[in-house]
């Protein structure tokens, strides 16, 4: 199944592990929701996350540990300042709960399975309740709320790719499926633009033509950058770039050209995309 048209980021699909980006985003900016007002079995704190939740501590806490250390992990990668603010996130006891607060406080939004909702210029908040994927889309949606947290708004194919790589656990990502498979059979056989186009990447402003490819392709780039300690430098240069970029020019997604930068840092990424996706291979067990 190709993700659809009208998506923007923040949201996960019910029925299919698939990370959704809708519309619907804008008008949380205009419209936010308030805290829950259920009573909380368990408040807890991970790293910058306030944890709310109604579900046994036991049943998420392994998931709860990898997000503080995601954080950790990001600020490490790319150089990143910690964050300012507590980013709260919501765990419900069931979907039926989750499903009915969403619907009062959110009205215009889809009915995903998690969701990332931000006020401008303050921190964001992450709604979910346990389910089958429960940990990937917790990774998925922590990604973009610690990155909005420490850099602000960023190109939507660099937010996505970075959600797309860290969702996965940390032997995985690498190799995450089907990605890995397709992208290494397009650099192998030549086809199907084999080295994605970054410029066309940058080119999209809207979510609703954010296409299955272009997850894919943004996953490629993302994880080209940080296998690599010199690339993964250059990317977090980048990142800092986006920082500190003029607000409202972030705001229309006027990001400085990525493709530029890393043309004039490293005029060979094209033929080091190849080499590195030919010569990637997964361990053998």
Same mark, same amino acid.
């Given at each position: ?33 308030? =805290?829950? =007002? ?10 910058? #996350? ?42 419900? =006891?069931? /979907? ?28 964001? @908040? ?9 940990? /990937? ?34 032997? $995985? ?6 990605? #890995?498979? @397709? ?48 690339? $993964? ?11 500190? =970029? ?5 705001? @229309?997604?006027? #990001? ?7 043309? @004039? ?21």
């Amino acid at each position: 199944m190709q993700k659809t048209a009208n998506e923007h980021f923040g949201f996960r699909l019910l029925q299919n592990r698939l990370s959704f980006l809708t519309a619907a985003f804008i008008a949380l900016f205009l419209f936010p929701g308030t =805290a829950p =007002a259920e009573e909380w079995q368990s408040e807890y704190a991970y790293g910058p #996350f306030e944890i709310y939740l109604n579900v046994d501590i036991n049943l998420v806490r392994k998931t709860l540990e990898q997000i503080a250390d995601l954080d950790r992990e990001l600020s490490a990668r790319f150089s990143l300042p910690p964050c300012q603010e507590k980013i709260k996130l919501y765990i419900f =006891a069931d /979907v039926k709960t989750y499903m009915a607060y969403i619907q009062k406080e959110y009205p215009g939004a889809p009915m995903r399975r998690a969701l990332f909702a931000m006020e401008k210029d303050k921190p964001g @908040q992450i709604f979910t309740f346990l389910h089958e994927e429960f940990d /990937v889309d917790l990774r998925h949606e922590c990604t973009h709320a610690l990155l909005h947290s420490k850099i602000g708004r960023l190109p939507i194919w660099i937010d996505e790719g970075l959600a797309e790589y860290f969702e996965a656990p940390k032997g $995985q990502r690498v190799y995450k499926e089907p990605y #890995f498979t @397709q992208i290494k059979r397009n650099v192998s056989y030549n086809i199907f633009a084999p080295v994605p186009d970054l410029k066309k990447l940058e080119s999209i402003k809207k979510m609703g033509d954010f296409l299955e490819v272009h997850y894919r392709n943004s996953w490629s780039w993302m994880n080209f950058m940080i296998n690599d300690p010199s690339r $993964q430098k250059l990317l977090g240069n980048y990142l800092a770039l986006c920082k500190n =970029a003029d607000g409202t020019e972030k705001e @229309q997604g006027a #990001f400085p050209s990525f493709t530029d930068f890393l043309a @004039q840092m490293a005029p060979k990424y094209k033929t080091d995309y190849k080499t590195y996706w030919k010569e990637l291979k997964k361990p053998t067990k």
